[in-house]
């Protein structure tokens, strides 16, 4: 429409005056079309009255979008960076796909390490996007037992009144009186080694570990307040595990949040599955060029049959009880949307099968009785879950048992093999009486004496030899079972508050496969599920979660399996 000196055109944007004799710009020089303010991040909403010009100032990146109240996204929230990885996911990426490599993180300085930038990060996501940086809204109600456990190891650590540790806790009362009354100030565990050494003559001559052979001697008493003590009996270990868990906790919430962006969580996927494909190679390649070293350079200092990184080989095919079901998930999954005559000709399902392959392998040449018994149900699990008639079901566990057959077998002469007969010939003997059982009935007499605070998070290897009975033929750093472990040092209230948060967890995992209860999980979310649900349960008679490269491992696939979930996009699967 002409209008005197000014003409009406249609330009990017809408309609506006132009001045007569004015040329268009080429398309080429025409600024990019702004996208619609709902309409970010692979998400699309339906923008509310008053929010168009904040969506596409939102969509410039000059300020983060808000919508109004009610609507899925509050206006304490931030649109999430459209960047698929940022300094927050190499961070943490970087931690969990390193810290295998450093012996399992078993060494201080690495979990420290992997520690800090963990913390790091979820410092990061924090001052960018406040609160949601951590995922902390609504949806996060369930983790509140998470926050309670955390609060009731800071407990331990904390100066009381002695009157009230006396209450809680008589005999850690008891142990410190004894050892603060027994002559100049000493560490206390020291007494408890000397009492332990009574009782049990036997491992006299057995060194006592670096750390508390050279342990400097501790603080003045006036650091604890005026004759204040904590329920731990050794408070700096306690610390310790409590430094290690927050940064795990922190960990689990910017991965859970970061992970509702489907394209960012395939990314976290793919650099998880290529670590595990690694360390299997290499765990393979070492085993069949064993020299007796760690790298083939670093002697091992502590008894065991180490394979690939893992100074323990039950801890490599612990960590691999994570990535086959994984794997294997995926690789169902991306067979199920090209289809069977296509599955062949896709890259990523012959990637990760082949990976679950390679990291099956490995895991059976670590020779972990446990570990190859779950990974192998697990497969069941799936192979079974693959098909949906009653029929196909019974033919496939029919072909389970005959591989499970022709696999055994094959096994017949291998490491795995011999450490199985040996296991079945000395479960019949004295051994198997002085070994994990004898220590969980001791376990039992040590939780007589702790049954209500625990005696400290990280203090069972102190505690617990002064319960060993006579004719032990080892020390004990742990239970080798985490939820009695958990119990000595927690005391009930911990074992409560994580049973609680595993049922929460399971409940989560389960709704937001599908937003329904009534539908089975997707392929990938099962594979995940399976290989959370195995080291769950080999943690009855091992202790992969308190192998640091192993529980953070654990952390973030826990987190990858329930994600939060992003706005508009409440059913979404990975």
Known sequence: MIGGTRTVVWGIGGLRPRPVGEKLPRLSQRPPREPPPGKMLGRTSTPSAGTDAAGAAAARGAMPLQCAPGSAMTQSQTVMDDRPLTTEDGLLLGSALLLPWAFGGVEIWAYRIAAFLIVLAG??????????????????????????????????????????????SPVAYDVRVNALTSGPPERVLS???????????????????????????????????????????????????????????VGFLVVRDRASDGARRGLYLGALFAGFVALAAFGVVQDQTWNGKLFWVRPIRVEGFAFGPFVNSNHFAGLMELAVPAMAGYAW??????????????????????????CFMAALLAASKMATLLMAVGLATLAVSSVRTARARIVMAGAIVVAGAALAGLLAETRLAERVETYLVRSHGSYFASGRLAAWQAAIDMNRDYPVAGSGFGTFREVFVSYMPAGGHARWAQAHNDYLELLL?????????????????????????SGSSRRALSPLRLGLAVGIASLAVHALVDFNHQIPANAWTF????????????????GADP
């Open 191 to 249: 007494r408890l080694e000397e009492e332990a050494l009574e009782r049990v003559p036997e491992v006299a001559g057995v060194p006592a570990p670096p750390d508390l052979a050279t342990a400097p001697p501790p603080p003045p008493a006036a650091v604890c307040g005026d004759g204040w003590w904590p329920l731990s009996v050794e408070p700096t270990a306690s610390a310790e595990r409590l430094f290690w868990y927050f940064a795990l906790l």
């Open 489 to 513: 040092e927690g005391g009930p209230v911990a074992l409560a508050l994580v049973l609680w948060l595993a049922f929460g967890y399971a409940r989560r995992v389960r709704l937001r496969s």
């Open 555 to 570: 952390v973030m696939i826990c987190a990858l399996a329930a994600h939060r979930p992003p706005a508009r996009d409440v």
């Open 333 to 358: 999954s991306r067979g199920r949307s090209v289809g069977r005559r296509l599955a062949l000709r896709d890259a990523r399902f012959v990637l990760a099968g082949a990976g679950a392959a390679v």
């Open 123 to 168: 410092s990061l996501a924090l001052v960018r996007r406040g609160p949601a940086g951590w995922g902390l809204d609504s949806s996060a109600r369930w983790l509140a037992p998470a926050f309670l456990l955390a609060a009731w190891a800071g407990l331990q650590i904390v100066p009381l009144p002695p009157a009230v540790v006396r209450l809680a």
